[in-house]
């Protein structure tokens, strides 16, 4: 199954307390809310370019499925983490605290981040 495509975000759940918990500030946080955010996603067998755009916010990770990488945080600090795939439909990742699990389903892209004990769960749709 390929990730390839660009998704646009249909809801998301818990973004204002997630974000504030990360660092964010608030501004930052109230124009991201209802900005409906498009990620583009380009898959090359085990290689992954996964970028999101809010706005004029742009933010864009490469890796390479079970390679090292370093990879941009939501709040813009930058660490390294290691991408693994679960199946054919499921990327898995550890940054620094914040677990990352993005589930593929036909043309439904679910990607929920925990960090704690706070989960934000985004879902889009193919576009």
């Given at each position: 199954?390929?990730?390839t495509?660009?998704?646009?975000?249909?809801?998301?759940?818990?973004?204002?307390?997630?974000?504030?918990?990360?660092?964010?500030?608030?501004?930052?946080?109230?124009?991201?809310?209802?900005?409906?955010?498009?990620s583009?996603?380009?898959?090359?067998?085990k290689?992954?370019?996964?970028?999101?755009?809010?706005?004029?916010?742009?933010?864009?990770?490469?890796?390479?499925?079970g390679?090292?990488?370093e990879?941009?945080m939501?709040?813009?600090?930058?660490?390294?983490?290691?991408?693994?795939?679960?199946?054919?439909?499921?990327?898995?990742?550890?940054?620094?605290?914040?677990?990352?699990v993005?589930?593929?389903?036909?043309?439904?892209?679910?990607?929920?981040?925990?960090?704690?004990?706070?989960s934000?769960?985004?879902?889009?749709?193919?576009?």
């Amino acid at each position: 199954m390929s990730f390839t495509g660009k998704y646009e975000l249909q809801s998301h759940e818990n973004f204002e307390p997630f974000m504030k918990a990360l660092g964010l500030p608030d501004d930052q946080i109230q124009k991201g809310k209802d900005i409906k955010s498009i990620s583009e996603i380009v898959q090359d067998g085990k290689k992954f370019k996964f970028t999101v755009t809010t706005g004029s916010k742009v933010l864009s990770n490469e890796f390479t499925i079970g390679e090292e990488s370093e990879m941009e945080m939501p709040g813009g600090e930058k660490v390294k983490a290691v991408v693994h795939m679960e199946g054919d439909n499921r990327l898995v990742a550890n940054m620094k605290g914040l677990k990352s699990v993005t589930e593929l389903n036909g043309d439904i892209i679910t990607s929920t981040l925990t960090f704690g004990d706070l989960s934000y769960k985004r879902i889009s749709k193919r576009i």
